[in-house]
């Protein structure tokens, strides 16, 4: 394995590669980076691509098999046979499509411009074949031959730039055709345009109203063989050196390829300009070496990976792992370029002069275990994304629920971003803004009629602001579901995220504040109805909405986002024992949550959430709401139940496979939570630094800390049958309950956990 290095400019600037060198493993062990497959995750509704990146990159480089509909969302679905072409940007398994800019198609034939669909013949599109069976990922670099034109295709990426090598048959003249107007989900592009610079470069820009209102992506290609340029709009040829256009604009470039049958391109993006495109592309690839800005890529990864590292259990075990770690950092995406300009929230170019920018939060997944995640193996770079929620926050008036290319969606529930701050304060990660941050944690807790808003991204989002949710709130005490929809969640939701502030009320020393955001974190008790025992719809009188079954679910309309009465009634990660109180106490809690995971699993409802999958009775593990329950049990003594359940979903919910995840990945949420408890551990409720125990699946982990320092998990007596702990002691001194403190973590040591086939009750 070639060491890394800092060569020809190809990463100056990001700030990801400080102190990288060769790292190996023990001899007869595979590199972390060779048990990835990127193929987890793109068949079933996993919504991942396979195609080439680096950590947290600005550039997502891989094919487009289809555009509409749910599983297109990543533009990449294992069940296609044809590819449209690849473009440069893509999201990580998200339930709403986006991205899919400046797409690149190879061919030698006439040019198509149509897109077609995977039944028609690919002959009357630009499109073509392709086989799973001379198709490869790995980290950082794609390949698949197009079978249609016989064209090798591969892709690596840098940062912020992405690079392509096309081998053509001998003889056939190689072409290209670059379409500026294709997106995912076929959102509108009110601007595009497409500019010819010389006989080897090319550069355009589009903007497009769809998920996030104004998305902007310029770019600025190079080739390293000549070509002639042709334009078309709608189909027909257009005439210059430079075109502007509506949806469907698109270049054919013929190259002169008679002495050699590659062609090679990189292409540098922006969302700022022109200039930014070029210069990135310049700072990060200022050469044609196609195999070594490979290498290096898969180098990058090789050093993100090992910061966990695993001994035991099965190869595929091992595959499932390290590519969950893969998946946990690919979103959020660089969004600053390498100049340092940006384009913020309030949809201006700024400047930062120290951490970089990201974009692509999507926080009600990811603040469950993504960004716990980070707090453990890159404190830094969870830093950096606080940093920026702060700016968005500056620059946009409020922080952001859902985030996407420099504008608020307003997409999902609650204030989340919330508990990623709470969550690295709570932990003593605090190189951040921490007086503005919460100020910008009391803003986002309270009613505001929009009118702070950026006015573009308002027009988009004031309906999904939450604004009268949390008026009603103050109001009522609760949220009347004839007034909000999904009542019982936001109100939930609004609860925790409320209990966060009360949590960094109290370290900061601001006890009025403490005192009403307790108040308010309590307010969840008024939606338990104790004769049916679960969180129901209040009307405003305070009486129940019926009528009520609690496996009931209706996408959208509902007082349930995502979910029903069975998976959000558990939604109180901050107050397990009051939740049990509510319930009963010890005894009835149990059970409760012991017919959560054995009652029967249908679903009712014609328009039920297709978000409720990866079903263990009715807990849902395929969407993110549930996904602290089965550490519940720890809570109230039961400790061998939440390793019996959450050995359950790790064995029969993650494969290596497309197949391979049990609902949308989510930017890492999915990922994260198999990362934690794999290793043997969850971080049930952000916001509490503390641990809760479950079972580990490796022999040993080793997680590298600052100063040298590491924490190892040592289990002994491992095996499928043994899923119970017996014993565990944290540098000698025996656990006297199954949690431990981030504190105790990062201090480093040895946590030793003895297995049995017995739980030990």
Same mark, same amino acid.
């Given at each position: 394995?070639?060491?890394?290095?800092?060569?020809?400019?190809?990463?100056?600037g990001?700030?990801?590669?400080a102190?990288?060198?060769q790292?190996?493993?023990?001899?007869?062990?595979?590199?972390?980076?060779?048990?990835v497959?990127?193929f987890?995750?793109?068949?079933?509704?996993?919504?991942?691509?396979?195609?080439?990146?680096?950590p947290?990159?600005?550039?997502?480089?891989?094919?487009?098999?289809?555009?509409i509909?749910?599983?297109?969302?990543? %533009?990449?679905?294992?069940?296609?046979?044809?590819?449209?072409?690849f473009?440069?940007?893509?999201?990580?398994?998200?339930?709403i499509?986006?991205?899919?800019?400046?797409?690149?198609m +190879?061919?030698t034939?006439?040019?198509?411009?149509?897109?077609?669909?995977?039944?028609?013949?690919p002959?009357t599109?630009?499109r073509?074949?392709?086989?799973?069976?001379?198709?490869?990922?790995?980290? %950082?670099?794609?390949?698949?031959?197009?079978l249609?034109?016989?064209?090798?295709?591969?892709l690596?990426?840098?940062?912020?730039?992405?690079?392509?090598?096309?081998?053509?048959?001998?003889?056939?003249q190689?072409?290209?055709?670059?379409?500026?107007?294709?997106?995912?989900h076929?959102h509108?592009?009110?601007?595009?345009?497409?500019?010819?610079?010389?006989?080897?470069?090319?550069?355009?820009?589009?903007?497009t109203?769809?998920?996030?209102?104004?998305?902007?992506?310029?770019?600025?290609?190079?080739?390293d063989r000549?070509?002639?340029?042709?334009?078309?709009?709608?189909?027909?040829?257009?005439?210059?050196?430079?075109?502007t256009?509506?949806?469907?604009?698109?270049?054919v470039?013929?190259?002169?390829?008679s002495?050699?049958?590659?062609?090679?391109?990189?292409?540098?993006?922006?969302?700022?300009d022109?200039?930014?495109?070029?210069?990135?592309?310049?700072a990060?690839?200022?050469?044609?070496?196609?195999?070594?800005?490979?290498?290096?890529?898969?180098?990058?990864?090789?050093?993100?990976?090992?910061?966990?590292?695993?001994?035991?259990?099965?190869?595929d075990?091992?595959?499932?792992?390290?590519?969950?770690?893969?998946?946990?950092?690919?979103? /959020?995406?660089?969004?600053? !370029?390498?100049?340092?300009?940006?384009?913020g929230?309030?949809?201006?170019?700024?400047?930062?002069?120290?951490?970089?920018?990201?974009?692509?939060?999507?926080?009600?997944?990811?603040?469950?275990?993504?960004?716990?995640?980070?707090?453990?193996?890159?404190?830094?770079i969870?830093?950096?994304?606080?940093?920026?929620?702060?700016?968005?926050?500056?620059?946009?008036?409020?922080l952001?629920?859902?985030?996407?290319?420099?504008?608020?969606?307003?997409?999902?529930?609650?204030y989340?971003?919330? +508990?990623?701050?709470?969550?690295?304060?709570? $932990?003593?990660?605090?190189?951040?803004?921490?007086p503005?941050?919460?100020?910008?944690?009391l803003?986002?807790?309270?009613?505001?009629?929009?009118?702070?808003?950026?006015?573009?991204?308002?027009?988009?989002?004031?309906?999904?602001?939450d604004s009268?949710?949390?008026?009603?709130?103050?109001?009522?005490?609760?949220?009347?579901?004839?007034l909000e929809?999904?009542?019982?969640?936001?109100?939930?939701?609004y609860?925790?995220?409320?209990w966060?502030?009360a949590q960094?009320?109290?370290?900061?020393?601001?006890?009025e504040?403490?005192?009403?955001?307790?108040?308010?974190?309590?307010?969840?008790?008024?939606?338990?109805?104790?004769?049916?025992?679960?969180m129901?719809? $209040?009307?405003?009188?305070?009486?129940?909405?019926?009528p009520f079954?609690?496996?009931?679910?209706?996408?959208?309309?509902?007082?349930?986002?995502?979910?029903?009465?069975?998976?959000?009634?558990?939604?109180?990660?901050?107050?397990?024992?009051?939740?049990?109180e509510?319930?009963?106490?010890?005894?009835a809690?149990?059970a409760?949550l012991?017919?959560?995971?054995?009652?029967?699993?249908?679903?009712?409802?014609?328009?039920?959430?297709?978000?409720?999958?990866?079903?263990?009775?009715?807990?849902?593990?395929?969407?993110?709401p549930?996904?602290?329950?089965?550490?519940?049990?720890?809570?109230?003594?039961?400790?061998?139940?939440?390793?019996?359940?959450?050995?359950?979903i790790?064995?029969?919910?993650?494969f290596?496979?497309?197949?391979?995840?049990?609902?949308?990945? !989510?930017?890492?949420?999915?990922?994260?939570?198999?990362?934690?408890?794999?290793?043997?551990?969850?971080?049930?409720?952000?916001g509490? /630094?503390?641990?809760?125990?479950g079972?580990?699946?490796?022999?040993?982990?080793?997680?590298p800390l600052?100063?040298? $320092?590491?924490f190892?998990?040592?289990?002994?007596?491992?095996?499928?049958?043994n899923?119970?702990?017996?014993?565990?002691?944290?540098?000698?001194? /025996?656990?006297?309950?199954?949690?431990f403190?981030?504190?105790q973590?990062m201090?480093?040591?040895?946590?030793?956990?003895?297995?049995?086939?017995? /739980?030990?009750?």
């Amino acid at each position: 394995m070639r060491t890394c290095m800092v060569k020809r400019g190809l990463y100056a600037g990001i700030g990801l590669l400080a102190g990288l060198g060769q790292m190996a493993m023990a001899a007869d062990a595979k590199l972390a980076v060779d048990c990835v497959d990127p193929f987890i995750g793109t068949g079933g509704h996993g919504h991942t691509f396979p195609g080439a990146t680096t950590p947290y990159g600005m550039v997502q480089l891989s094919p487009d098999t289809r555009t509409i509909g749910w599983d297109a969302s990543s %533009g990449y679905h294992y069940t296609d046979q044809t590819i449209l072409g690849f473009s440069h940007t893509h999201l990580s398994g998200t339930g709403i499509g986006d991205m899919g800019d400046i797409l690149f198609m +190879p061919f030698t034939d006439e040019a198509q411009f149509a897109p077609g669909d995977t039944e028609e013949d690919p002959s009357t599109a630009h499109r073509s074949r392709f086989s799973h069976d001379r198709e490869h990922a790995e980290p %950082g670099y794609y390949q698949v031959q197009l079978l249609d034109d016989d064209i090798n295709v591969e892709l690596t990426a840098t940062p912020r730039a992405g690079m392509h090598r096309y081998t053509f048959p001998e003889g056939e003249q190689a072409s290209l055709i670059i379409d500026i107007g294709h997106t995912l989900h076929g959102h509108e592009n009110p601007i595009t345009e497409l500019r010819v610079i010389n006989r080897t470069e090319i550069e355009g820009y589009k903007r497009t109203k769809g998920w996030a209102a104004n998305h902007h992506v310029y770019f600025h290609a190079k080739f390293d063989r000549p070509f002639t340029c042709s334009f078309f709009n709608d189909g027909e040829e257009a005439t210059g050196n430079w075109i502007t256009g509506h949806t469907n604009l698109q270049a054919v470039l013929r190259f002169d390829a008679s002495d050699r049958r590659q062609v090679q391109a990189k292409v540098g993006i922006s969302a700022v300009d022109y200039e930014g495109a070029q210069r990135n592309l310049e700072a990060e690839i200022a050469h044609w070496d196609f195999d070594w800005v490979r290498q290096s890529a898969r180098d990058v990864w090789q050093h993100r990976l090992q910061r966990i590292q695993v001994k035991g259990n099965t190869e595929d075990t091992r595959t499932i792992f390290y590519t969950a770690l893969y998946h946990c950092a690919i979103n /959020p995406s660089l969004f600053t !370029d390498v100049d340092g300009r940006y384009r913020g929230v309030d949809q201006r170019i700024h400047r930062t002069e120290g951490s970089p920018i990201y974009t692509v939060f999507s926080l009600w997944d990811t603040f469950r275990s993504f960004h716990p995640l980070l707090t453990i193996i890159d404190p830094d770079i969870n830093n950096d994304f606080i940093k920026t929620l702060i700016t968005q926050y500056e620059q946009g008036g409020m922080l952001p629920k859902w985030e996407l290319a420099g504008n608020y969606t307003g997409t999902m529930f609650g204030y989340h971003a919330l +508990p990623v701050i709470a969550d690295a304060y709570a $932990k003593g990660q605090r190189d951040f803004d921490v007086p503005t941050a919460y100020q910008a944690m009391l803003k986002s807790s309270r009613y505001n009629d929009g009118d702070f808003l950026y006015p573009a991204s308002a027009r988009n989002v004031r309906d999904r602001l939450d604004s009268k949710a949390k008026l009603f709130n103050e109001t009522y005490g609760f949220i009347p579901c004839e007034l909000e929809r999904r009542s019982v969640t936001r109100g939930l939701e609004y609860a925790y995220d409320d209990w966060c502030i009360a949590q960094m009320a109290a370290a900061l020393d601001k006890p009025e504040d403490e005192a009403i955001y307790r108040e308010r974190a309590g307010r969840y008790q008024a939606y338990f109805d104790p004769e049916t025992g679960f969180m129901r719809a $209040k009307h405003q009188d305070g009486t129940w909405k019926t009528p009520f079954s609690p496996k009931f679910s209706r996408h959208g309309d509902f007082e349930y986002g995502e979910g029903n009465a069975w998976q959000w009634t558990w939604f109180v990660p901050h107050d397990v024992p009051g939740l049990a109180e509510l319930m009963g106490g010890r005894k009835a809690f149990i059970a409760k949550l012991d017919e959560l995971f054995t009652t029967d699993s249908t679903i009712e409802g014609e328009e039920a959430s297709v978000d409720i999958s990866g079903m263990i009775g009715q807990y849902a593990h395929g969407n993110e709401p549930d996904h602290h329950v089965a550490h519940m049990y720890n809570g109230v003594g039961e400790g061998w139940k939440t390793q019996e359940i959450v050995d359950q979903i790790l064995t029969t919910l993650y494969f290596n496979d497309p197949n391979g995840l049990s609902g949308n990945e !989510d930017c890492g949420a999915m990922s994260s939570w198999y990362v934690l408890n794999a290793m043997g551990f969850y971080s049930f409720c952000p916001g509490l /630094p503390k641990y809760s125990l479950g079972r580990p699946l490796f022999d040993e982990v080793v997680i590298p800390l600052k100063d040298g $320092k590491q924490f190892v998990i040592r289990v002994s007596n491992n095996s499928p049958d043994n899923k119970y702990i017996q014993s565990a002691r944290l540098n000698q001194v /025996p656990l006297t309950d199954l949690f431990f403190t981030h504190e105790q973590l990062m201090q480093g040591g040895l946590l030793e956990i003895s297995m049995g086939s017995q /739980p030990v009750r």
